[in-house]
């Protein structure tokens, strides 16, 4: 077999998708999720220009050789464009494997490690009363565990808060990234209060999850962990911005709320200390951010060592592809946490109808040869790229912050 074209597709059903498709002379193709939100048009670039040419006339069934060729290969390695491009080609590639095969893509992985996918929802809301409405309105639809975020006294915006219902979407239309406020000292007051509402109305009989979103510093953290403590989280995600990695160390030492790091992480590198050295307990590295499913599973295989387990990123600016590509690592990977699920729009489904469904609290990746996941190109061609930008923040003086 041998690919004929790769083409890259940018579409806007709702928020912007970056799709590569890859043709082969067998008439069999893969498409691959290559979203970097707030960035699609340098990945786009970068797979057009410097990737797609290169992929002519090679064996699509090679997925480790190419791999290697554009990731070790490439003097310039690493990077969230280069590993968005890169986990677009190897989902492709792997797509078509399967299909080749005619078998679902987690068959080629190593079979079924479990019947379903446990998914998280995500219930927020203005206040407390809003978000635990969310909450019971999860809970009521089967699922197993909730991450709760609020809006807190004193601030305008707040990460993790949605616009509309059920979609949470972050990136905001426009050509410059919206400013937002962001207090500590507000924030730190306010989140115990919030899983003490949660926990004093629901119990204790599902799982709560919770987006730190990289604002605290390390002894601030420790001390949300500890205050959090309680009310038995299943995990505190990205408690302190991840260059720092030293920081885990100083949490654990303060705190059994578990914790979740990793969802800007795209190299085996980045997640390598923090794994040997115990500082996480899920790894949240996804499909398309991690160059694809060849080294996500490398990353799945040294946490597998130290029983960190996986928690894959699945908001939804990766695109349906990335989700149906992370639904058959999970029911694969024997070391499987959790995976997040942010429902798309009826919009981007009708371009990505896809095979996964959900059902009492779990996703079902289905049995259709691929990762079954396709793509409407006539549809996508509709939807033009529109700019949109993650928010920034800024502290209540001015300073930037992380957002
Ligand atoms: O593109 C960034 C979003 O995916 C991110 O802000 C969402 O933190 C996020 C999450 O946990 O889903
Ligand atoms: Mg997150």
Known sequence: MKITEAKVIVTCPGRNFVTLKIMTDEGVYGIGDGTLNGRELAVASYLKDHVAPLLIGRDPHQIEDIWQYLAKGVYWRRGPVTMASIGAVDTALWDIKAKAAGLPLYQLLGGKSRAGVMVYGHANGRDIPETLDAVGEYLDKGYKAVRAQSGVPGLDAVYGVARGKMFYEPAVKGAAPEEQIWSTEKYLEFAPKLFDAVREKFGFDFHLLHDVHHRLTPIEAARLGKSLEPYRLFWLEDPTPAENQEALKLIRQHTVTPIAIGEVFNSIHDCREIIENQLCDYIRTAVVHSG?????????????????????????????????????????VPNFGIQEYMHHTEETDAVFPHAYSFGDGYLYPGDTPGHGVDFDEKLAAKYEYDPAYLPVARLEDGTMWSW
């Not at 040294?302 to 058959?328: F, K, N, W």
Request: glycine fraction near 10%.
């Open 292 to 332: 694809g499913i060849t080294q996500l599973r490398k990353i799945a295989m040294l946490a597998e060592l130290y029983q960190v387990r996986t928690g894959c990123h699945g908001a939804t600016d990766l695109s349906p592809i990335c989700m149906g590509a992370a639904l058959h690592f999970d029911l694969w």
